[in-house]
């Protein structure tokens, strides 16, 4: 895959598609660093430490059974298991997917202003590893 517009990701949370209802999708992936400077050093050293993950997704706001807000409030205080790829193919070296476990620590149902489209923004810590997945 070549340069693309960022128009048909693919989100599951627990296997449920939310594509048509997500605007906005960050999967952020750090990694500390760990000082390692010696005495006599002019410089400092460093060595990669432990990595870290935050998804950030912007919902627009459902209160329809089994959508987004029947979803997500009861997932407060869960895992979730989140699948992200850059489009609805088939994942593929091309086309990658991103699986991430994901701690549901914040919902806010209600988040808008009048006259406004009903939106919500939900940032979950991740817990494990971030798995990239090409098969």
């Known amino acids: 895959m070549a340069k693309f517009v960022s128009n ?3 989100i599951t949370i627990n296997g449920t598609d939310f594509s048509q209802s997500i605007a906005q999708v960050n999967l952020e992936i750090s990694s500390d660093d760990v ?8 410089f400092r050293t460093r060595i990669g430490g432990l990595k870290d993950g935050t998804l950030q997704l912007d919902f627009m706001q459902d209160f329809a059974a089994s959508s ?9 205080n869960s895992f979730a298991t989140v699948v992200m790829t850059p489009t609805s193919g088939t994942v ?31 940032s979950w810590p991740t817990s494990g590893t971030v798995t990239r997945g090409t098969v």
Request: a negative charge.
């Open 8 to 10: 048909d990701y693919k």
């Open 68 to 76: 987004v807000d029947q979803t997500l409030s009861g997932l407060i």
């Open 92 to 122: 593929s070296a091309t086309n990658p997917s991103y699986t991430a476990l994901c701690l549901v620590n914040q919902y806010t149902p209600f988040a808008s202003s009048v006259g406004d489209l009903a939106t919500l923004s939900v």
């Open 35 to 42: 000082e390692t400077t010696a005495f006599g050093s002019t």
